[in-house]
């Protein structure tokens, strides 16, 4: 375990992620009808869909009842200064689309850090969909349901790549004359620790679009498992923990698939 980090905040946040996945799940259940509801404009600016703001409140309302103080930035609410210790970054949801259409394909996502994203100390991603929990923890690995991660030596003889397009047109007319097997998921934290896995050779988004609530526990989780995250460049990413900046982002497990990306951009 880390340090530097007392193990009840890494508690609350599984317990956070623990309760927003029940959440998730009872809503999808008993009421489904209601998942792509908007009911709000979030601070990022974009709307907010009832399945995000039921998951980000479950999350508010765990917080302000915890023992230890912590703040929160999140997706819909911002950032809400707590006078914690730590900062929480969460994506109550990511994937709505997925999860709104019945696409067993998204995610809530949690990173514990400070100021940066090279901050972060411990992070979950949890796949609602099927259960599949990566945890991580700087300097001490990166875990799929409790078993270690480690990026494979070698990619396998054909090579996948994941991307995000958005509603990006230069960069899809790049994409199409890419010279990979090329796959679009929706859901940017488990795309990167399917890289981690070995199951993607590397997750690219080409132009300014991913926040840091998306990939803040995912980019600890490659790197912990001996991965690389760069901008689109190959630069080594970094961001500051709002909802301001946006990058352009690649995850390969080691630098020659980085720079074999990069040369493309």
């Given at each position: 375990?880390?340090?530097?980090?007392?193990?009840?905040?890494?508690?609350?946040?599984?317990?956070?992620?623990?309760?927003?996945?029940?959440?998730?799940?009872?809503t999808i259940k008993k009421e489904p009808y209601k998942l792509a509801k908007t009911i709000d404009i979030g601070a990022d600016g974009t709307p907010t869909k009832y399945i995000d703001k039921i998951a980000e409140n479950v999350a508010i309302k765990t917080i302000k009842n915890a023992e230890v103080s912590v703040d929160l930035l999140s997706e819909e609410a911002g950032f809400i200064d707590n006078d914690g210790e730590y900062l929480f970054v969460l994506d109550p949801?990511?994937?709505?689309?997925?999860a709104m259409?019945?696409?067993?394909?998204?995610?809530?996502?949690?990173?514990?850090?400070?100021?940066?994203?090279?901050?972060?100390?411990?992070?979950?991603?949890?796949?609602i969909a099927n259960k599949d929990e990566f945890i991580v923890e700087k300097h001490h690995g990166a875990f799929l349901n409790k078993k270690p991660v480690v990026i494979p030596d070698m990619p396998s003889s054909e090579i996948l790549y994941s991307i995000t397009l958005g509603k990006n047109k230069e960069a899809f007319a790049r994409y199409l004359t890419f010279p990979h097997t090329l796959r679009c998921f929706g859901c940017a934290s488990l795309e990167m620790c399917m890289v981690a896995t070995?199951?993607?050779?590397?997750?690219?988004v080409s132009h300014e679009h991913i926040r840091v609530i998306d990939i803040a526990?995912?980019?600890?989780?490659?790197?912990?498992?001996?991965?690389?995250?760069?901008?689109?460049?190959?630069?080594?990413?970094?961001?500051?923990?709002?909802?301001?900046?946006?990058?352009?982002?690649?995850?390969?497990?080691?630098?020659?698939?980085?720079?074999?990306?990069?040369?493309?951009?």
């Open positions: 375990m880390s340090e530097n980090m007392d193990e009840e905040f890494k508690i609350l946040a599984k317990e956070i992620i623990k309760k927003i996945d029940r959440k998730i799940r009872s949801v990511d994937g709505t689309r997925n259409r019945g696409i067993p394909f998204f995610s809530v996502s949690l990173a514990i850090g400070k100021k940066k994203l090279s901050d972060i100390e411990y992070g979950i991603v949890k796949n070995g199951a993607l050779d590397g997750y690219i526990a995912s980019t600890l989780f490659v790197r912990e498992a001996g991965g690389i995250v760069t901008d689109i460049k190959g630069k080594t990413l970094e961001m500051m923990l709002n909802l301001d900046e946006r990058v352009s982002i690649i995850a390969a497990g080691n630098p020659q698939v980085t720079r074999s990306i990069a040369k493309n951009f």
